[in-house]
């Protein structure tokens, strides 16, 4: 997502970044610094004389947590607060944590608005929802104006389709790229709020700009795809078609997740603007 952020704000800011890896993207080469954001005098040097700090960086996947849930925390949590003692250090006038849908773990209601209980059941979800909390402790402590994304599943044919943590969607372009089937885990029912992250860098830069802090809203489109619905999208639009194959239902995973996101649209003045299969599409070009 943060490539697409480069290239959303460069008309209208001076845009740098921090990253551990050298970038690939053209809008991104010559602007990031490689500091690991865990080292806090390096990020102090890094956010020095920035308006604004937008922090994206995280360990993403829900199964590499499992896995190893002391280096998710040690990125999602240590790595938030380098952030924030960054963005403290450098006097920001606001700093822009991009958080998760997965901190509202089962939904209790269908969509999910932004007062829905906090219960993740993953513990990526609950990395980042402890990074939630320091935000709002280091605006409480120090005065550091904040502002809460939770996205939803957005995807971007930019993602690694040679990580085994990418996404439903990198999964399945790449599964019809090769002729291979597209695996269903469980029933194919559940449900995602899924968009672009060409939308989601596009209500981050809302958030840069606007002058409202102290709030968290959803980022998502507000409409539900179930995975058997996203399968069948794709067998329209891939060249040769697909197969679909099931397997069992992964551990942790959420039935049904979509976006309330009247508050955005009330706050940001934020709508969706690419379509699911306009966005699907893009694998393909």
Request: with cysteine.
């Given at each position: 997502m943060a490539s697409y952020l480069f290239e959303e704000m460069e008309d209208s800011h001076e845009v740098m970044g921090v990253d551990i890896h050298p970038p690939v993207h053209a809008a991104a080469i010559g602007k990031v610094k490689q500091v690991d954001i865990r080292d806090v005098e390096g990020m102090i040097e890094a956010a020095h004389g920035c308006d604004a700090v937008v922090h994206t960086?995280?360990?993403v996947s829900v199964q590499r947590s499992t896995e190893d849930p002391s280096g998710d925390a040690d990125t999602n949590v240590l790595g938030t607060i380098g952030a924030l003692r960054a963005a403290q250090a450098a006097g920001v006038q606001k700093f822009v944590y991009i958080s998760t849908a997965a901190v509202y773990?089962?939904?209790?209601?269908?969509p999910v608005d932004e007062q829905h209980p906090l219960s993740p059941k993953s513990f990526y979800g609950a990395s980042k929802l402890c990074g939630e909390h320091y935000v709002r402790a280091f605006g409480?402590?120090?005065g550091l104006?904040?502002?809460?994304?939770?996205p939803f599943n957005f995807y971007s044919p930019r993602a690694d389709p040679k990580s085994p943590y990418s996404g439903v969607i990198t999964k399945f372009s790449q599964a019809a790229k090769a002729g291979m089937p597209l695996r269903i885990e469980g029933?194919?029912?559940?449900?995602?709020d899924f968009l672009h992250a060409r939308d989601v860098a596009r209500m981050v830069h809302l958030a840069v700009r606007s002058e409202t802090v102290g709030e968290?809203?959803?980022c998502g489109s507000g409409?539900?795809?179930s995975i058997r619905e996203l399968a069948n999208v794709f067998g329209e639009i891939a060249p040769e078609g697909v197969k679909i194959e099931n397997v069992p239902p992964r551990r942790s995973d959420i039935r049904d997740s979509v976006a309330e996101v009247s508050r955005a649209r009330c706050l940001l003045g934020f709508e969706t603007e690419v379509?699911?299969?306009?966005?699907l599409l893009t694998f393909f070009e």
């Open positions: 960086a995280a360990q773990g089962d939904p209790q209601c269908v409480s402590t120090f104006p904040w502002f809460i994304i939770r029933d194919g029912l559940q449900t995602r968290v809203v959803n409409r539900g795809t379509g699911l299969r306009e966005g």
